[in-house]
């Protein structure tokens, strides 16, 4: 039987014991999370190993279980950062091989701790593979090498050695982490997950600290707002308004306190400016909340309940679907009843649903973007029928029928719905005010009757 370089492995792998940072026999799967494959080119020689340190500078300066993935964090960040300065780390970013962009997302920075959902995974970042026990550290290394040929006694010697000084280096690198950038990580953990539990009990599904950057610049990695870094450049930070009465909590880990804005329990949000305000990035900013994000994110302060749900217009299969909050009569090609619709839902039928699902699983929030809803749900039009009732309406006369969830949207012309809002916060020059609901009921009633006289004109 020929040998393949995934057989090779298994004889390489025993050779790399007494390095710095040693193959984790109990946690290797070879051909899962442990493999030695030629590339589609055949160019590289790409491989994936599980590691652990168990001398660790992160463990030293982690004593509390729950920052244990920001000290995880703060070595890999570390030894990322050493790559294109040490030659012994070059195969973690491909350096050394033709196509060393096919290893970005391994030396890629990232400011994400810890995320509910599997987000960013392709990034090399504190997971169910990269995490600290009583053991040590257990890291899961990826990279490339430079095809060296089929795996003959040469060729396999030539990987041994590479993979050896790899992993001596890896050690090395995480051996000289800085203590006290392990140690804000860890306490910054803490503050986010024990704000999180806290929330629940003070009847707020999301704070956003002072201070706080939202805007997100990505790169070909980190394509996502949850996962992308800080923007770069002028970055102006989220103030909460004092009309607002701004909370304050303490923080756990690192000591002393934050305020900002809590959007709480039950509570309608609007919020609303004119075009490139940054209203959908504060949205993000929410959402993002679910996350623990590292020094230097922006987002650091920004912590929200987990099982929020954002909503907007589709077009997909429905089965059984509850639209009857919204709906009092299906459209055609519609099969069933409002209660239980089935047939490809129109953007604002699959809205609705998803508005009333969201509502019957208990979600704390429901956010949602204007720019990606179907308007005709949210407001009411002079031809829509009395068989539709926009959600402007079921704010206005039905709040009941959303029970404990809160609402949070971005919007620049659904001024009926964000009438009906408790909270209303306008960005204006990217700074953030707040309106009172009355004032805006004016104001708005002024424009609808400038527009009217403008008509009869």
Not at 261 to 280: L, Q, W
Request: hydrophobic share 35%.
């Amino acid at each position: 039987m020929t040998e393949t370089w995934n057989t090779a492995l298994k004889k390489i792998v025993p050779g790399l014991s007494g390095c710095r940072a040693y193959p984790d026999t109990k946690h290797i799967t070879y051909g899962a999370n442990t493999y030695c494959v030629r590339s589609h080119s055949h160019e590289e020689l790409r491989f994936c190993l599980p590691l652990l340190i168990t001398d660790t500078a992160a463990g030293v300066a982690c004593p509390d279980e729950r920052g244990k993935d920001g000290a995880v964090w703060a070595a890999l960040e570390h030894i990322k950062a050493q790559v294109p300065h040490v030659p012994a780390l070059a195969p973690v970013g491909g350096r050394g091989t033709r196509h060393p962009r096919h290893c970005a997302a391994h030396t890629e920075p990232c400011t994400l701790i810890c995320t509910p959902d599997g987000m960013g995974e392709a990034l090399w970042k504190p997971n169910i593979n990269n995490l600290l026990d009583k053991v040590g550290l257990h890291i899961q290394i990826r990279g490339a090498l430079p095809y060296p040929g089929p795996p003959s006694v040469t060729a396999q010697h030539q990987v041994r050695e590479a993979l050896r000084e790899l992993c001596n280096a890896i050690g090395e690198a995480e051996e000289s982490v800085p203590q006290h950038q392990v140690e804000t990580a860890v306490l910054m953990s803490i503050d986010q997950k024990s704000l999180r539990l806290r929330l629940p009990e003070e009847g707020v599904i999301s704070f956003i600290a002072d201070g706080s950057l939202m805007a997100r610049k990505e790169t070909e990695v980190r394509n996502h707002y949850r996962i992308a870094g800080p923007k770069e450049g002028i970055h102006i930070p989220f103030v909460c308004p004092e009309t607002l009465t701004p909370a304050e909590f303490d923080c756990e880990g690192s000591g002393g306190s934050i305020t900002g804005f809590a959007i709480h329990r039950r509570e309608a949000v609007a919020i609303i400016g004119s075009n490139a305000e940054g209203k959908t990035t504060i949205i993000h900013g929410i959402l993002s909340g679910v996350d623990d994000h590292a020094p230097g994110d922006g987002r650091e302060g920004i912590v929200t309940r987990r099982g929020i749900e954002r909503v907007a217009a589709g077009a997909y299969q429905l089965k059984g679907a509850d639209v009857s909050l919204f709906f009092k009569s299906l459209p055609p090609g519609v099969n069933g009843t409002p209660k239980s619709a089935s047939g490809v839902g129109s953007g604002s039928l699959v809205m609705a649903y998803e508005c009333i699902r969201a509502c019957a699983h208990r979600a704390p929030a429901i956010l949602f973007d204007e720019d990606t809803s179907a308007n005709n749900l949210l407001i009411p039009s002079s031809f829509q029928t009395e068989d539709v009732t926009p959600l402007s309406e079921v704010l206005h006369h039905q709040r009941e029928a959303l029970g404990e969830t809160t609402l949070i949207f971005a919007a620049g012309s659904s001024d009926m719905l964000v009438a009906r809002a408790d909270t209303i916060i306008r960005l204006k020059d990217h700074v953030a005010d707040a309106i009172p609901p009355k004032e805006f009921r004016a104001h708005l009633q002024e424009h609808l009757r400038q527009a009217l006289l403008s008509l009869s004109g």
